[in-house]
């Protein structure tokens, strides 16, 4: 195919404002799937991303269309994730392609992910066609969205493309606009290859299957393949095109973007950003790396029946075979027993895997409170990192610690203003901008990631009445007054209620965590005390009652020694409950107790 017939775009949007839609009608229009095998949601292939309406893995299609002009092009669209966890996915394929789609839903306008989502598409030097979706209802307001496209990101908006993805209007436009507004790709055909490694996922009857956008050469089955990073050679098994079916064809060449499977066994051999070149006559020269995508938020997750432990492992195993960025290692934990302390990007990575783990292996999990990584400075001068404050060293070893950092952006109508800025200083935020664009306000925070990973994201759509967007990025790691704080239950530690607090707010936080745990926990036959405490010194106290069973009711008044023997016993049996702990923490209090209103 000459690059001149070839265009290579993904389509940027916040989230509900139409990209799947609007996929699924350009894959319909173009009869690049036969109407009987249309379906929703076309791209988002696995049942959590169907069910929760995102995307996580990057997913390709590639769609012929003859243009009005009588030639035939090729179309290749990648789908990126539209979620903030996902930002690094977004980044890195973005960088396959030459243009965006802004889809902006014309009757909302522009959110925090349509602003990060662009930027993205911006810093790859991206061609942007701005289009406005959903002009089907009555409430949509084009004149206004485009203005505040050209206010907000600064672009022009004037010649948006109007469209209604639900009933098709618009799709015509959509496509020859994609062909004669957005830029075909470069390459040189009689070059050494050198293609970009754009995602990798495994699957189970072929092995590792590699996404590659072509830049320059050629690539054919049979050929053997080096990966530039770790040096690694491969014979390549096939290669081909997503129609959305995968198709094998026979060769790939510049500016294409398709698969290739070479019997690889791991998600981790294949590093995303990498250079793919022939073991012979390749390219010295590789692409400028990629750093991988790190995990952000630690915690715990055990099995709630201890005997499925062995299965919660070859679960975690295999998800991980499929998602580099997901971390495991084996924890101890006294009151939890055997578990995995997992890494991931964010809280909605952390819930994806703990859904498809509860779901797909049909393993009830217990998950304790979420962690960010801290920086520990010893006294002695060396730093180690901490990813769970159980392992929290003696404080007399201890300078200092330095906490992760985000720049937050939020989009939030007027009204919500004043609470949006409460939440965000109720978190210790320092307020970096605060802009207007018409009715909406947009401000910028420099928050403590710690103080974001649990349950702000809630706390932030609930204030707002979900009209809140929310976007954020890393900035790096600063110093603050923080603290251990430990729940003990029937005097024992929880150590996976422990949790890292700013020194300020521990009593505060303290006493709430110990009113919630009253609650939750159920009252036992003996009285338990709960307490916060940090290092030996309790800060906050409570005391669930015993459930008070009478065994002498039923004496009828009768013999009084008798009376005595049964209450000795009662008295005694309290006791030895109480020596073993045997306190039962019910699931849900490991999240609920952290959560703060
Ligand atoms: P995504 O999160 O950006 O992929 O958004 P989806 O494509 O999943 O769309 C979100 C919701 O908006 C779905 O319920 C769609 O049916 C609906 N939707 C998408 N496009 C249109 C449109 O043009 N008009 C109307 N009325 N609804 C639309
Ligand atoms: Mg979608």
Known sequence: IPLSHIRNFSIVAHIDHGKSTLADRLIQSTHTVADRDMKEQMLDSMDIERERGITIKAQTVRINYTADNGEDYVLNLIDTPGHVDFAYEVSRSMRAVEGSLLVVDSTQGVEAQTLANVYHALDADHEIVPVLNKIDLPASECDRVAEQIEDVIGIDASQAIRVSAKTGVGIKETLEAIVHRLPAPKGTLDAPLKAMLVDSWYDSYLGVIVLVRIIDGQLRKNERIRFMQNGSVHHVDRIGVFRPAMTEIDVLGPGEIGFLTASIKQVRDTRVGDTVTHEKKGTDKALPGFKPAQPVVFCGLFPVDAAEFEDLRDSIEKLALNDASFSYEMETSAALGFGFRCGFLGLLHLEVIRDRIEREY??????????????????????????????????????????????????????YLGDVLKLCQDRRG????????????????????????????????????????????????????????????????????????????????????????????????????????????????????????????????????????????????????????SVNIPQEAFISALKMD
């Open 362 to 415: 049909d393993i009830d999990l217990i998950t304790t409170a979420p962690s960010v990584i801290y920086d520990i400075h010893m006294k002695d001068g060396s730093v180690t990192q901490l990813h769970n404050p159980a392992d929290m060293p003696d404080l007399t070893f201890v300078d200092h610690l330095e906490e992760p950092r985000i720049k937050a952006t939020i989009l939030v109508p007027d009204e």
């Open 430 to 581: 320092i307020q970096m901008d605060l802009t207007y664009a018409g009715s909406r306000a947009m401000v910028v925070y420099d928050l403590p990631l710690n103080e974001v990973v649990f349950d702000f994201y809630d706390r932030l759509k609930s204030v707002t009445k979900g009209y809140a967007s929310f976007d954020y990025q890393m900035i790096g790691y600063r110093t603050d007054a923080l603290v251990k704080m430990s729940i003990l239950v029937n005097d024992e530690p929880v150590d996976a209620l422990s949790t890292m607090v700013h020194r300020d707010r521990a009593e505060t936080r303290g006493r709430a965590m110990v009113e919630k745990l009253k609650d939750l926990i159920p009252r036992h036959m003996f009285k338990i005390p709960i307490q916060a405490a940090i290092g030996g010194k309790v800060i906050a106290r409570e005391t669930l009652s015993a459930m008070r069973k009478d065994v002498t009711a039923k004496c009828y008044g009768g013999d009084a020694s008798r009376k005595k023997k049964l209450l000795e016993k009662q008295k005694a049996g309290k006791k030895k409950m109480r020596q073993f702990g």
